[in-house]
């Protein structure tokens, strides 16, 4: 079960429920993958509002290793999300809510 106090949130992924979390070597994956120097450089770049599905891949891949799922980005792009789009933007939006607050 996710800990929203730990940063943690559950998602549902092909009919499954995942916990994903940005720990802090999920969230040095992002800073490599984002090509940005540190964090308030990577907040900046999630604050821009405009993701592309690369994006929410590579944040949804992140939270799943994070929460302790060894996935692929491979296997992550076949899996599917309620809603399509939307859910994959749901889940980032949550997850990002649930690392740095309501005000990213």
Do not use: W
Request: with cysteine.
């Amino acid at each position: 079960m996710a800990n929203r106090h730990r940063g943690e949130i559950a998602a549902e992924l092909d009919g499954r429920t995942f916990t994903l979390c940005l720990t802090l070597g999920a969230l040095a994956e992002l800073e490599t993958a984002f090509e940005v120097d540190d964090l308030p450089a990577l907040i900046a770049r999630f604050s821009d509002a405009s993701l592309s599905a690369g994006d929410m891949l590579k944040i949804i891949g992140a939270g799943l290793r994070g929460g302790g799922h060894p996935l692929t980005d491979a296997e992550i792009t076949e899996m599917q999300a309620e809603g399509g789009a939307l859910g994959y933007a749901r889940i980032v939006s949550q997850l990002l809510q649930a690392t740095f607050g309501q005000g990213q």
